[in-house]
């Protein structure tokens, strides 16, 4: 369906106003997205262009368009075609994004715009699961675990087997020593996940159930779980 055939009923939308919101509003958006009937939608106003969403709402059978209404105000108008889920489930989006706007709007445009250029830019050279696993170390060489660990739980749902990171492991005993590996690498949230893994293969259990439980026990409260396909 193409925009015209919807454009002249955004003013009978629901409007959500996200702007100043502090920490991560983008799980609770969605709910209230899912609950959107086909034929009817939503209107998101946000003090940056709000990139992140756009794939995910795709993913629940909506489409968009959005209208800069002023200097630090956009105005993303999704309207549902068809009611439906997400062929996707990978976390991808920190929403620490969305504190850039707090400190600047316009920061919060160039922050925004950076990630997507960097997660979503179909002129990446690497393979996406490569430049995770490339993200990961150089966060465990930064001292940020968190953000590792992040890393490590996205490549897995998004397909990439275990055994890439036994790889990784290896290669970061190597590099960081095993001294550091000890008492760093190994207590940490990272280490925890990857044993998550490794543990519940074991038992044979089935990778969906593993996702599950990544996202559970592991996923980060400022993190969407979709990446756009293709």
């Given at each position: 369906m193409s925009v015209t055939n919807w454009k002249d009923k955004v003013s009978s939308f629901k409007q959500i106003d996200v702007?100043?919101?502090?920490?991560?509003?983008?799980?609770?958006?969605?709910?209230?997205?899912?609950?959107v009937a086909a034929g009817e939608g939503i209107t998101v106003i946000q003090s940056f262009d709000p990139i992140?969403?756009?794939?995910?709402?795709?993913?629940?059978?909506?489409?968009?368009?959005?209208?800069?209404k002023a200097e630090g105000e956009y105005h993303a108008y999704f309207y549902r075609v068809e009611v439906k889920q997400e062929e996707k489930d990978i976390p991808m989006r920190p929403a620490a994004l969305t504190n850039m706007p707090l400190i600047d709007e316009k920061l919060g445009d160039i922050a925004v715009s950076f990630w997507d250029l960097t997660w979503n830019d179909e002129h990446r050279y690497l393979p996406y699961e490569t430049r995770l696993l490339l993200s990961l170390t150089n966060a465990v060489g930064a001292g940020r675990m968190r953000q590792a660990t992040r890393e490590l739980v996205k490549a897995y749902i998004h397909g990439l087997d275990s055994a890439a990171f036994d790889d990784v492991f290896e290669l970061l005993v190597w590099n960081q020593g095993i001294g550091y590996f000890s008492s760093e690498i190994g207590p940490s949230t990272l280490f925890a996940a990857y044993k998550t893994i490794k543990n519940m293969e074991k038992q044979n259990k089935a990778r969906g159930e593993i996702c599950e439980t990544l996202k559970e026990k592991f996923g980060c409260k400022g993190v969407i779980y979709e990446r756009k396909s293709g």
């Open positions: 702007r100043g919101i502090q920490g991560n509003f983008f799980l609770g958006l969605k709910k209230q997205a899912m609950d992140p969403l756009y794939e995910v709402m795709e993913g629940l059978g909506f489409e968009y368009y959005t209208e800069k």
